[in-house]
């Protein structure tokens, strides 16, 4: 698995002498990044709902 960092670095690397893909990716990197730390955001915000449920148990995370 590569980390964030790393597949930015490899994806601008790939894109490096081909300027007009290069142009259309980095906004595309940008979104990836500014999604993921989002996504991390918003799971740590349900995280600290749910632990502060009393309705919901750990058992309830494996029902599906």
Do not use: C, Y
């Not at 994806?11 to 893909?21: A, F, G, R, S, T």
């Not at 259309?24 to 749910?50: F, K, Y």
């Amino acid at each position: 698995m590569v980390g964030a960092v790393k597949f930015e670095a490899r994806i601008k690397e790939l894109v490096e002498n081909l300027p007009d893909l290069a142009v259309l990716v980095e906004p595309l990197l940008t979104v990836r990044r500014v999604l993921r730390e989002q996504i991390g955001i918003l799971h740590r915000r349900l995280l600290a709902i749910v632990r502060d449920d009393d309705v919901w148990t750990p058992s309830m995370s494996s029902a599906s």
